[in-house]
């Protein structure tokens, strides 16, 4: 099974792909530490081409607004946004729900298993000491069929016990049962049922969030501090009715604005470098 070999191979080869089916988890440290100051403009700087971007036109709305194309006609529009009436929290809210919309498919396909992941979340609490029981007893039953094993070293203990598993390193914890699996290693928590298809991963500082299910996913990130640093993506491998397969933004702002942001639209998931490119439209305007 999958998700138990997953837990194998992260826990005994580290940095090792299992033959078979091939899994690899990697993790690097990104610095958090405090950035630079970001800038206050009152207008936007733009341009004509930026990475992969090429500008149309001029800037609209005195200088608040630029718009961009991209290869196979993706659409980048850079635009500055006064805090005067509402918070951060309200404007990219809007912006999320507008880019989302253009992606229904695969919208309504990522917030079921959301909404049910949040019903069951209870519920599966309780079962937590149910299942430290029968794991206990199952271990009894592999042990006497023969379908177990344990691995003890210093900062090491992983039991398995036929689909089940427990990993316990420095830093790292697995628990695979079947084909769910829940990992939590650093700062970050996984959660994965490859019977569904369906991750979810979440940072403790709620800084990232990633929800996938098959061939889409939404990713949200927030950099702590009262500055305003946010991410927002959603992917699909299958293309929306206008043949959307990403959207998303970038958004920076000093405290209390206004925020610059760069709304992304691409005909290709890895968006071509047109997201980069427009990280470098923002960085540009109000540094990073």
């Known amino acids: ?6 837990t194998i191979c992260t826990a005994c080869l580290m940095t090792a792909a299992c033959d078979g089916d091939s899994v690899r988890i990697t993790t690097t440290t990104t610095d958090t530490g405090a950035k630079g100051v970001l800038r206050v403009v009152d207008a936007l700087q733009c341009p004509e081409t930026i990475g992969v971007l090429t500008r149309k036109g001029t800037a609209h709305a005195g200088g608040t607004t630029c718009l961009y194309t991209g290869p196979r006609g993706a659409e980048v529009s850079l635009q500055l946004i006064a805090l005067t009436d509402q918070g951060a929290d309200a404007v990219l809210r809007r912006f999320e729900n507008t880019l989302s919309s253009d992606m229904p498919h695969t919208t309504a396909e990522l917030r079921a298993p959301a909404e049910a992941a949040s019903a069951d ?46 990993v316990r390193l420095p830093g790292m914890s697995v628990d695979a049962d079947g084909d769910k699996a829940s990992v939590r290693i650093g700062g970050f928590s996984i959660n994965a049922d490859d019977s569904t298809g369906e991750a979810r991963i979440t940072s403790t500082d ?16 927030n950099a702590p501090g009262d500055a305003t640093r946010r991410t927002y993506l959603l992917t699909d491998s299958r293309p929306a009715d206008q043949g959307w ?44």
């Not at 000491?129 to 003890?152: K, N, P």
């Not at 209390?256 to 047109?274: F, L, M, N, Q």
């Open 245 to 288: 397969r990403l959207v998303g933004f970038e958004a920076r702002g000093p405290v209390g604005g206004p925020i610059v942001i760069a709304t992304v639209r691409a005909k290709d998931r890895d968006s071509d470098g047109v997201f980069d490119s427009a990280k470098e439209l923002v960085t540009l305007n109000v540094g990073e």
């Open 206 to 221: 709620e800084s990232v969030s990633v929800q996938a299910h098959e061939n889409a996913a939404e990713i949200r990130t």
């Open 121 to 166: 979340a209870a519920a599966a609490q309780a079962d937590v000491a149910a299942a430290e029981a029968d794991r206990a007893a199952a271990s009894a039953d592999a042990a006497a069929a023969g379908d177990s094993a344990s691995i003890r070293a210093p900062g090491m203990a992983i039991d398995a016990q036929g689909d089940r598993a427990t």
């Open 1 to 6: 099974m999958r998700l138990l070999l997953a």
